[in-house]
């Protein structure tokens, strides 16, 4: 069993910046073999992949947040983290961790002046 814990979201004004941390836990074997991803669902829409990293630190981005959003890994801390710069109104949703086939609980970005 994994459990992937996000940390990191909150209220900010558009044009501002968050930091999301992902922290994974529990019958962890080789965290550095997970490829992992955040994900984001905003009310009344299906939850879409923002960002992805590869184990060998490859990553991948959702057009909508190209530019503006950084995803890495810290593998010897068993974390993974979703810098998001320039945010906009519409980068408002609930934020999931994902890797090997878990999901973390989730953790709420509002951006709104």
Not at 65 to 91: C, H, W
Request: net charge positive; proline share 4%; charged share 15%.
């Amino acid at each position: 069993q994994v459990q992937l814990v996000e940390s990191g979201g909150g209220l900010v004004q558009p044009g501002g910046s968050l930091r999301l941390s992902c922290a994974a836990s529990g019958s962890i074997f080789s965290f550095i073999t997970f490829n992992m991803g955040w994900y984001r669902q905003a009310p009344g829409k299906e939850r879409e992949l923002v960002a992805a990293i590869t184990t060998p630190g490859s990553t991948n981005y959702a057009d909508s947040v190209k530019g503006r959003f950084t995803i890495s890994r810290d593998n010897a801390k068993n974390m993974v983290y979703l810098q998001m710069n320039s945010l906009k109104p519409e980068d408002t949703a609930v934020y999931y961790c994902y890797g090997s086939g878990y999901w973390g609980q989730g953790t709420q970005v509002t951006v709104s002046s």
